[in-house]
């Protein structure tokens, strides 16, 4: 075992340290540049298109937006601000604030991609980077490899993970025997996930506004009980983050490591889990989804990681290594507003990380039947995913969250790789789509309308007339 975990961990280092963070940063101010700051042009628009309703079957632009936002959304909002806090300093939450804009153009590019490539599938639609790495590229092969990697990563080890915080939430705010945990989340998984994407779009609909409502809220209270403290916290954020301010980690360095590397790991933007949601959508161009899932880094990010921060940063007890991920999230909160604040994270925990075990479900099921259309390896994989989750609930293995990162930084590596040869692609569609909104339409997208543009069927004159008939 300690010759895994010594791979493991070096690849992790690698990947997260000297790899991934520059092709995130450096890919992202490219597609920035390449879509002339799509995501600061058209902000106003990725509000007016959320609020939108398309009058067609199947899974709407909203429900995608919620779907991908259950994944997005979960333990890493309330434990890897405070962890990232804890090691880099309150800069950190600024370099956040810089990878989370930057991403969101990177999120334009996949989730545009994701829709252009899609496929029919009964009354909705899937798709995501596997999908257009057979129909772009024509490699079939990578998208097998990428489709097994995200399978693994979100699908089985992540909702191990997310089950194991629940179980372990619920011990400590109510004296909830683990097994019980155990079995209750077992059964409610298995309620969402055997009704498929639709069942699975309606429940997350539900949770994921409630939740983030929810906790927005008890962090403007907080915010608003502390609202004489809120200039100087923001200033301290600014000055730590260059390094003008000793802090705890000290260094400009290490808030700009640690606050990249949380930002990532939560608005997930470029790793190219995310697309597998957008593809979903029954919308008229695929640019509409490109915005909405853009705006879900800036939702991701911006407001409810800002919200964790605040709450910490207003807390008067310095953070360290001891004293850091959900455990500071939790002390920061009760001395704002009560030890009830025990309960009210463990609630939290429970919609954050189940939310996320519904929407990580759905990444593996879109790429198992990326591999193999059969009806049986879906119910296998299924009744896998259930088994994960009572296994995350009984057990805590470091190895298993290391081995996830491993898994989703490959995955990440593969998807940016791709997105960046495929870019061209994306800024075309950007560009019908602004072409026709000055004119005044409501965009509507062909696959005649790119020039050499192929193996888009979703989009295509006969598919179209099929859909209005």
Known sequence: MQWLEFIVSQGNKYLWSYILIYMLIGLGIFFTIQSKFVQIRYFGEMFRLIAERDQTK????????FVSAASRVGTGNLAGVALAIALGGPGA???MWVIAMIGMASSFVESTLAQVYKVKDGDSFRGGPAYYME??????????????????????????????TIAAAFEEAFSINQTVMAIILAVLTAMIIFGGINRIAKVTQIIVPVMASIYIVVALVVVMMNIAELPGIIALIIKSAFGLEEV?????????????????????????SVPNAAATANVSHPAKQGFIQSLGVFFDTIIICTATAFI??????????????IQLTQAALSSHIGNWATVFVAIAIFLFAFSSIIGNYYYGETNIEFIRENKTWLVIYRIAVVAMVVFGSLSGIQIVWDLADLFMGLMAVINLVVITLLSKVAMNVLKDYVTQRKQGKDPVFLVSKIKGLTNAEAWSEE?????TA
Not at 312 to 325: A, C, H, Q, R, Y
């Open 135 to 164: 129909k772009a590229l024509n490699a079939r092969w990578l998208g097998i490899i990428f489709a097994v990697l995200i399978t693994l990563c979100f699908g089985l080890i992540f909702n191990s993970v997310q089950a194991n």
């Open 93 to 95: 939450v600024f370099w």
């Open 58 to 65: 199947g899974i709407s632009s909203l429900q995608a937006f």
């Open 463 to 467: 598919h179209k007339k099929r859909e």
């Open 312 to 325: 910490i940063l207003l807390f008067d007890v310095t953070p360290d290594k001891e004293l850091s991920g």
């Open 248 to 272: 705890v980690g000290g260094s400009m360095g290490a808030a700009l490591l640690y606050g990249l590397k949380r930002g990532l790991f939560s608005n997930e933007a470029g790793m190219g």
